[in-house]
């Protein structure tokens, strides 16, 4: 994997000694990776492996002993009802903002990546709600759901469009549809710079050639542009399926969960467990089986940073 | 992204029938316009929200709440930004708002300590990879690639663990037991994000383009190895420097879960923490919280802005090649 520039002199016959000698020689090299392999084995490596031992022991912050218990953390995760309705909301977020996120940062970046005059402007608004910090969307949505005095409200009924004042995040149906929609809004700029991206890496000679054959703009977007998008469509994907999964700021700061654990995600039980209950060990395997269910995006993420390790 | 990227127009064909001319014409107007009608009114949408958290960050608490909600500030006021910066302490006490400028502060250690160390390192552990050839490179590189995609989820708890039972700090004997460790500490805020392998991973494909020519020129004028990397390499990497600070200091400074789970003194709230506690907690100085939610989101804005450029260009280089 690693190309290893080729030796000028014809290398010596490896040996113990010799690679003791080496190593004594590139003492400087050890010494630059030390503090990054410390911080990395320790937070990293070895939180890996712990988190692993914990799944098999009741580690609660509050008693002195730490039993092992063997499978039970995993037996009692399959019974739990909470654990599949956090699955079952973590899914539906997921399946939900993931793609609209996508499709209309890609409906955007198709109409910016043309000539036209306040095209950056245009590109910098969409991209300020990707920039403000993630708390503090959660605190304007908050208020913009309000029922009392929110703009959501307020707007709708102006129109006409509702008679009654909705409750956004305290009613059972709408909550996961509020909390996804308040995720649009933060994600359509990243899809769209990155289609952006895509779009200009397309080269100008295919659509000329598609023009000279007569094509039109529906069969050039259709047999040029999106499949010719498909790495980044993939990559997207991809990174927005990982961070969808192990979403929880809005959860916390919006709905703490509710109402009647609608909006209960994963990692927000994963956090329930370890910090409002104090049961390290079934969090752990809360935490871990949401890491194996994201193992297959997480390889597959892998694969697109090394296809570039060229 | 600059204006030569973008597409060229077509060119007009070498014999254009003159039949196609008018049609042309009028789609080159056509097409804009529709653009327009449909990027211009989502655009005002998209900025909306911010625009009114401006807004509302200027209005008394009482007209925070009035119906129909105003979009220009009637009683322009500087309350709340009075009571986030202490100002005018009895009031800020009395409304449960006293310290809350602290935040800010310790936002920025934060992310200015964890951008510093971990350009730092992450380049340190880059260079190594890309460029030194020594016993293990190979097997500690596959350990940093293998690991890169953990996500945070799994190594939150045990990390917590971790932190509580560090030796002798935060009241904790030798063998960690007793106190709360690196919790509550900036050591504990800061340490665990220090170092990235993504970061360290990204560093190394864009030091290997550096001819190995110019460092061995440096060694034979005799440059120790730390001159080589401080001198020879370090600038030749500004630009992937440039965009991984403004990508860890965003990162840093809006990072959230962390700082929940590890902080509980409220003199190290960082600003997103306590901006978020302060809501769930169903305190009532809710022109403080716009008027702090403004200055939160300020800094990330004027990087942005300042940056935009390394800022999309983080992007693709995070993200693809073309």
């Given amino acids: ?310 | 992204m600059s204006a030569t990227l973008d597409p060229v127009q077509a060119p007009v064909p070498p014999v254009p029938p003159p039949a196609r001319r008018p049609r042309r014409r009028l789609r080159t107007i056509w097409k804009p316009l529709v653009a327009y009608l449909i990027l211009v009114p989502g655009a005002i949408l998209f900025v909306a929200p911010l625009a009114w958290l401006i807004s509302a960050s200027f209005q008394p608490v009482g007209d925070l709440f009035s119906w129909p909600p105003q979009w220009i500030p009637g009683n322009p006021t500087l309350d709340g930004y009075r009571l986030f910066f202490g100002v005018g302490g009895d009031v800020a006490e009395a409304r449960g708002a006293q310290g809350v400028g602290r935040w800010f502060i310790n936002s920025a250690i934060v992310a200015t300590s964890v951008t510093a160390l971990q350009l730092f390192f992450n380049s340190l552990a880059a260079y190594v990879f890309a460029k030194r050839r020594f016993p293990g490179r190979d097997l500690i590189f596959l350990l940093f690639l293998g690991t890169m995609m953990v996500p945070p989820t799994v190594t939150l708890i045990p990390n917590y663990l971790v932190l509580k039972h560090i030796p002798l700090f935060g009241g904790n004997d030798i063998f960690g037991i007793g106190g709360h460790g690196w919790l509550d500490s900036y050591y504990g805020l800061i340490l665990p994000g220090a170092v990235s392998a993504f970061g360290i991973f990204l560093l190394r494909q864009y030091m290997r383009s550096i001819p190995d020519e110019l460092l061995d020129a440096a060694r034979i004028d005799g440059a120790s190895e730390f001159r080589i990397f401080w001198k020879v390499v370090l600038p030749l990497c500004k630009p992937a420097l440039a965009a991984m600070a403004i990508f860890t200091f965003t990162y840093a400074w809006e990072d959230f879960f962390w700082p929940l789970v590890i902080v509980s003194d409220s003199d190290l709230y960082t600003a997103p923490l306590g901006l978020a506690l302060f809501v769930t907690k169903n305190r009532t100085a809710w022109d403080m919280l716009m008027a702090g939610s403004v200055i939160a989101t300020l800094p990330m804005i004027v990087v942005f802005m300042i940056f935009q450029r390394n800022f999309i260009r983080g992007i693709s280089l995070s993200g693809l090649k073309g």
Avoid: C
């Fill in chain 1, 1 to 310: 994997m690693t190309v290893v520039p080729a030796p000028t002199v014809p290398r010596p016959p490896r040996g113990l000694r010799h690679t003791l000698r080496q190593a004594r020689r590139e003492w400087t090299a050890y010494l630059f990776l030390a503090p990054g392999l410390i911080l990395f084995s320790v937070f990293t490596v070895f939180a890996l492996g712990f988190a692993f031992y914990l799944t098999f022991h009741e580690w609660s912050i509050i008693e002195p002993d730490k039993p092992f218990v063997g499978l039970d953390n995993y037996k009692g995760m399959v019974e739990d009802e909470r654990f599949r309705r956090s699955v079952i909301n973590t899914v539906y977020f997921t399946g939900a903002s993931v793609p609209l996120g996508m499709l209309i940062g890609l409906g955007i970046a198709l109409l910016l990546n043309q000539p036209l005059r306040g095209r950056a402007i245009l590109r910098t608004l969409y991209f300020l709600p990707v920039v403000t910090p993630f708390v503090v969307v959660a605190i304007i949505w908050k208020w913009l759901y309000n029922g009392d005095f929110g703009l959501f409200n307020f707007y709708l009924l102006k129109t006409g469009l509702i008679h009654e004042p909705l409750a956004w995040l305290a009613d059972k149906q709408l909550a996961m549809p509020s909390i996804v929609l308040m995720t649009v809004w933060t994600s359509v700029g990243f899809s769209m710079v990155v289609y952006l991206a895509g779009l200009q890496a397309i080269p100008e000679e295919l659509y000329e050639a598609s023009r000279v054959d007569g094509a039109g703009a529906w069969a050039r977007l259709r047999h040029i542009t999106l499949p010719m998008l498909a790495p980044t469509t993939f990559f997207l994907l991809v990174i927005g399926i990982i961070g969808s999964f192990q979403v929880f700021t809005q959860i916390f700061v919006m709905t703490s969960g509710g109402p009647v654990d609608r909006t209960t995600t994963m990692m927000f039980y994963v956090y329930e467990a370890a910090f409002k209950f104090y049961e390290m060990g079934y969090a752990s395997t809360l935490a871990f089986t949401l890491f194996l269910m994201l193992l297959v995006f997480t390889a597959l993420q892998l694969r697109l940073y090394r296809r570039n390790d060229a």
